[in-house]
Nanobody, 117 residues
Framework: QVQLVESGGGLVQAGGSLRLSCAAS?????MGWFRQAPGKEREFVAA??????TSYADSVKGRFTISRDNAKNTYLQMNSLKPEDTAVYYC???????????????WGQGTQVTVSS
């Protein structure tokens, strides 16, 4: 398993933007993001393969963009943020793109994103 380190969380007003980053300790085919809001289960947000292929949850389509600059780093650009986007965001990784949304193989520690109304 690879080690994953997230950065970029914080507090932002509704309508604002944040960019999350995740660095893996080794090369990994698929990377992505999950989130967990208070009192709710963790949910899939977005995923990306290398060198391509993306997948998004319906709740973030058109607002969030996932990208990669190599086989180790991924980013989540979050625009038009809403209070309901408030959650701990976790970077995930897997050698299989088609299973990363359900069974990620590695998890980061998480970074808090808070959107105020």
């Amino acid at each position: 398993q690879v080690q994953l380190v997230e950065s970029g969380g914080g507090l932002v007003q509704a309508g604002g933007s944040l960019r999350l980053s995740c660095a893996a300790s080794g090369r990994i085919y698929a990377m992505g993001w999950f989130r967990q809001a208070p009192g709710k289960e963790r949910e899939f947000v977005a995923a990306i393969g290398w060198p391509g292929g993306t997948s998004y949850a319906d709740s973030v389509k058109g607002r969030f963009t996932i990208s990669r600059d190599n086989a180790k780093n991924t980013y989540l650009q979050m625009n038009s943020l809403k209070p309901e986007d408030t959650a701990v965001y976790y970077c995930v990784a897997s050698q299989l793109f088609h299973t990363i949304a359900t069974f990620p193989q590695s998890w980061g520690q998480g970074t808090q994103v808070t959107v105020s109304s």
